[in-house]
């Protein structure tokens, strides 16, 4: 009687996970510098392109097929990052998944371990055609292929409302601020490539605010005005002599803005306020 053959891998072993592969879209080279010298450290990561625009992340996205791009907003001259968002995710969802994704990297010319650049723009990374990364045979599938992917993390320093609401309507999946821990950025990509959203927690808070207060009716241009008196420690009289309105006129509208935003007390609207980014 014959042991199993050795040659043959075993159905029942665990195989190992083929590397995250992620796409960089930042205007900086610094910043991708310092980017690729992070991801290399961490494991089960692998970076097979670098784009300093969004013209180009979106046509690097197309070719390449990472499982995450990782996309900065704000990219100088021409596309910026929602739209490169907008138009990768779109083109993602239009395309069929494909069971032959593979983990190779090639450029027009099909150099071997070769930099292709374009005068003002970032290089891609490439490999022989048909030829394996990182000890990864080249018939792997790329996760987020499997789900209709790239999936897009944003990684960025904006967090103002509009940026996050912009960025997650265009379909990001994820939203992280530059000054999070390397550790949190490895974690993101890990989850982004499995179609998880992570947030960091200033932009998880800013969204809650937003879910809350959705529906409510928006303030006015005068209980703004109150509004912004109010957070200065101003009582009714002061802000009435400030607004050159009548004391009645301040409570009356106070109520109202006491109802607009779910509060009963002047320390609760000033705190939501805040929250919300409603003072001037």
Do not use: W
């Not at 891998?9 to 205007?27: A, G, K, T, Y």
């Not at 450029?107 to 891609?124: D, E, F, L, M, N």
């Not at 005005?225 to 002061?238: P, V």
């Not at 607009?260 to 609760?268: C, M, S």
């Amino acid at each position: 009687m014959t042991g199993p053959d050795p040659r043959r891998p075993d159905p029942h072993r665990p195989q190992p996970r083929r590397p995250v592969r992620i796409l960089l879209c930042d205007d900086h080279a610094v910043v991708r510098a310092g980017l690729l010298a992070l991801l290399a450290s961490a494991p089960g990561i692998e970076v097979v392109g670098e784009a300093g625009g969004g013209e180009e992340a979106v046509v690097l996205a197309a070719r390449l097929r990472p499982d995450v791009v990782l996309m900065d907003l704000q990219l100088g001259p021409g596309m910026d990052g929602v739209e490169a968002t907008r138009r990768i995710v779109a083109e993602a969802a239009n395309r069929p998944a494909e069971s032959g994704a593979t983990a190779s990297r090639t450029t027009t010319s099909g150099t071997t371990a070769s930099r292709t650049t374009a005068p003002g723009t970032a290089a891609s990374r490439s490999t022989a055609p048909g030829a394996s990364t990182s000890g990864t045979a080249a018939s792997s599938k790329a996760v987020g292929a499997e789900r209709g992917g790239p999936y897009v993390l944003v990684l960025t320093t904006y967090d103002t409302d509009a940026d996050v609401t912009r960025a997650i309507d265009a379909g990001a999946t994820g939203y992280l601020l530059k000054a999070e821990r390397p550790e949190e950025l490895f974690s993101a990509i890990r989850a982004a490539a499995e179609g998880r959203t992570t947030l960091s927690p200033p932009v998880a808070s800013r969204v809650m605010a937003r879910v809350r207060g959705a529906g409510r009716p928006a303030l006015t241009d005068r209980e703004r005005d109150i509004l912004g008196q109010l957070a200065r420690g101003l009582g009714n009289r002061e802000i009435a002599r400030a607004l050159f309105i009548s004391e009645a006129t301040v409570k009356t509208h106070l109520g109202r803005i006491y109802d607009k935003l779910g509060v009963d007390t002047r320390a609760g609207a000033v705190a939501v306020a805040k929250e919300q980014r409603l003072l001037p």
